[in-house]
């Protein structure tokens, strides 16, 4: 089997990993299984190509009168506006996440260089906030994905989780069956793509109705149990 976990609220939470799923991840590669991460946060390492530096600066002139939270996420720098800094300052005492998003660039900061190594733009506001029209009218070549009624990410929708499964497969050149484990909308595309798709139980609704199983949320040992239902760990 050749395995895709998501990061956040399936592998671990607020960046600590559950112990059970450290622990299953190990067994099951001892037992033969391939183990990837399937992650929509970028790394300095990942050679993907960047949205086109017009594109973005574009995005950035028509969500900023919106008074919207904005984050450039870059393969070496990410940006973030003051808008994002007020939004993530309010729980990044409490959460890890937003803590780490202290310590990013403002967008002021921005060079023309670093227009060229942004990867997509994350976009934060509070809930029940109108951006339809923002979605409906997204440059060719882009794709919106909401998470949790609270922000989303514009991407190239040439690349996502599908994409990278497909990839995986293709290296390896294998017939080896496919399981993925997502719990938000970014993981849909992976999800389907997926022979098997498990939803986290602390997961949303769409990941839920699209998804073969439904294991238990992460902190009652999600991924174990999962691991454990189709057969990978003992």
């Not at 809930?127 to 070549?141: A, H, R, W």
């Not at 798709?197 to 238990?216: E, W």
Request: net charge negative; proline share 3%.
């Amino acid at each position: 089997m050749i395995v895709f976990l998501d990061l956040d609220d399936t592998l671990w939470r607020w960046h600590q990993v559950c112990s059970s799923a450290k622990e299953s991840i190990i067994q099951a590669h001892r037992n033969g299984h391939k183990i990837f991460i399937n992650t929509g946060r970028t790394k300095c390492e990942v050679p993907l190509k960047p949205l086109r530096p017009q594109i973005v600066k574009a995005l950035i002139e028509r969500i900023e009168p919106m008074n919207l939270g904005i984050s450039l996420e870059g393969s070496q720098k990410t940006f973030q506006n003051e808008v994002n800094y007020e939004i993530f300052k309010k729980f990044a005492k409490d959460d890890r996440t937003g803590a780490g998003m202290m310590v990013h660039h403002h967008l002021s900061e921005i060079t023309e260089e670093d227009y060229h190594q942004i990867m997509k733009v994350s976009i934060h506001y509070p809930e029940g906030s109108d951006i339809s029209n923002l979605i409906e009218n997204l440059p060719e070549g882009l794709v919106f994905t909401p998470f949790k009624n609270t922000g989303g990410e514009i991407t190239n929708c040439t690349y996502n989780k599908a994409t990278a499964i497909q990839f995986v497969k293709s290296y390896y050149q294998s017939d080896e069956k496919t399981m993925a484990v997502g719990d938000s909308e970014n993981d849909i595309t992976m999800l389907k793509e997926a022979d098997i798709s498990i939803a986290m139980g602390n997961g949303n609704d769409h990941v839920k109705k699209i998804s073969s199983y439904i294991t238990t949320n992460i902190d009652e040992d999600g991924l174990k149990n999962a691991f454990k239902h189709f057969g990978l760990i003992d």
